[in-house]
């Protein structure tokens, strides 16, 4: 471990693999584990961010309305595409997801999952 335990809705710079496993990247997403997930586990699981507001939607999407204030750099779209990370890959964290933010991309990725 670290010894940084991450919290829900940290925003974080960490490389991702592309979904395809054709290559990766370096770049910003949210963890979506909870602090108790991340205190007892090397892994973080997260969720990628991307400020190409123009990409094929998918269910579970998310304009991120505070994307300032979560350390993000230009307006960006949190995505239900999770990945599980060692938290040592983890480069370090920009900010966090407002409340709202946060709350409604949970509801979304919850209707993606299908848990009620």
């Known amino acids: 471990m670290t010894g940084v335990v991450y919290s829900r809705g940290d925003v974080v710079l960490v490389r991702v693999d592309f979904t395809d496993l054709s290559g990766r990247k370096v770049r910003p997403a949210v963890v979506v584990s909870s602090e108790q997930y991340n205190r007892t586990s090397p892994d973080v699981l997260i969720a990628s961010i991307t400020s190409n507001l123009n990409a094929v939607p998918h269910p579970g999407d998310h304009p991120i309305r505070e994307w300032n204030a979560a350390?993000?750099?230009k307006p960006s779209l949190v995505q239900a595409k999770l990945a599980t990370v060692v938290a040592s890959m983890i480069r370090r964290?920009?900010?966090?997801?407002?409340?709202?933010?946060?709350e409604v991309f949970g509801r979304r990725l919850k209707e993606v999952l299908g848990l009620k």
């Open 71 to 73: 350390g993000l750099l």
């Open 93 to 102: 964290k920009l900010g966090e997801l407002d409340a709202d933010d946060l």
